[in-house]
């Protein structure tokens, strides 16, 4: 048992994969959020400019 935890211990075959996926999540959270600020930024701007044309 001490072998088999020893050996676990020092795989590091998983960790990549497992970075990998982490940065694509924060990657993917900073695209969500800088969409959703981009979204209602540009909603403002074509209301302000939709009143401005009445």
């Not at 590091?12 to 994969?17: D, F, L, Q, R």
């Not at 996926?21 to 209602?40: C, D, F, Q």
């Not at 930024?41 to 009445?54: H, K, P, Q, V």
Request: net charge neutral.
């Amino acid at each position: 048992m001490k072998t088999f935890l020893a050996r676990f211990a020092r795989d590091e075959s998983g960790a990549t994969a497992i970075e990998y996926g982490l940065i694509a999540a924060l990657i993917g959270v900073a695209i969500v959020s800088g969409a959703s600020l981009l979204g209602k930024n540009l909603g403002l701007l074509f209301n302000n400019i939709a009143g401005n044309l009445d």
